[in-house]
Nanobody, 124 residues
Framework: QVQLVESGGGLVQAGGSLRLSCAAS????????LGWFRQAPGKEREFVTG????????YYADSVKGRFTISRDNAKNTVYLQMNSLKPEDTAVYYC?????????????????WGQGTQVTVSS
C-alpha cells in the first residue's frame, strides 16, 4: 500500500502559477502509475494528468495541455504538478492518485490510492 499527501495548493490570480507536490509513503512510487485529478463544486472528478512508472510517458487532459506539467522523482517518492497560466476554471480540489499496473487511465475508479486533496483557487 501507499499513502499520499498533497501540498502546495492556495489562492492565485489568473495567469499565475502554482506547484503541487504529492509525497508518498509506504511502497515506493516507482511501483505505481501516478496521476492528478481535480473536482470542482458540483462536478465529477476529472483526470488532469498522469505519468507512467518510469516517468518517460506523460498524458494530459486537453484543458491543461501546454500549461500543466507532471513530473516524478522516484528517489524522493514524490510527484509534482507544475501549473502555469492558471485560469479561474482551474479552480478545484486537486487529488493525487496511484494505481497498480503500467497503463495511465483517465477513469478515477481505476486508481487504487488517493490523497486527501488540496484546494486550488484561481481568482479573475
Amino acid at each position: 500500500q501507499v499513502q499520499l499527501v498533497e501540498s502546495g495548493g492556495g489562492l492565485v490570480q489568473a495567469g499565475g502559477s502554482l506547484r503541487l507536490s504529492c509525497a508518498a509513503s509506504g511502497r515506493t512510487t516507482s511501483s505505481y502509475v501516478l496521476g492528478w485529478f481535480r473536482q470542482a463544486p458540483g462536478k465529477e472528478r476529472e483526470f488532469v494528468t498522469g505519468i507512467k512508472r518510469s516517468g518517460g510517458n506523460t498524458y494530459y487532459a486537453d484543458s491543461v495541455k501546454g500549461r500543466f506539467t507532471i513530473s516524478r522523482d522516484n528517489a524522493k517518492n514524490t510527484v509534482y504538478l507544475q501549473m502555469n497560466s492558471l485560469k479561474p476554471e482551474d479552480t478545484a480540489v486537486y487529488y493525487c492518485a496511484a494505481k497498480d499496473g503500467v497503463v495511465v487511465t483517465t477513469n478515477p475508479n481505476q486508481y487504487d490510492y488517493w490523497g486527501q486533496g488540496t484546494q486550488v483557487t484561481v481568482s479573475s
